[in-house]
């Protein structure tokens, strides 16, 4: 017999926030939460008070994401990949118009 699990709070919208899991009413992600958590090191109470959330939004948040941490460790892992390649492939206007400014030719 399989169960469901339920995670009050969590939803996913297709066209809201790419589809990812995020707290109803609000986009803000899952993974934003876990993110601010487990890497920013963050608590619950820190999260709740900054973003106007409840501490049941913020828990029910890390819940979902332990039980799916693979996937969404994944999905940071390429929204990384992507942010650093556009980085990469984008120069930077104020670097440009230092370089400008100082007479001398941008690096690539």
Known sequence: MSVQTIYQHIVCTPGISGGKPRIEGHRITVQNIAIWHERMGYSVDEIATQYKLTLSEVFS????????????????????????????ETPSLLA?????????????
């Open 96 to 108: 440009q118009r230092l370089y400008e400014q100082s007479g001398q030719i941008l690096p690539r």
């Open 61 to 88: 948040a890390l819940a979902y994401y332990h039980d799916y941490k693979e996937q969404i460790d994944e999905r940071i892992r390429e929204d990384e990949s992507s942010a650093e390649r556009l980085r990469q």
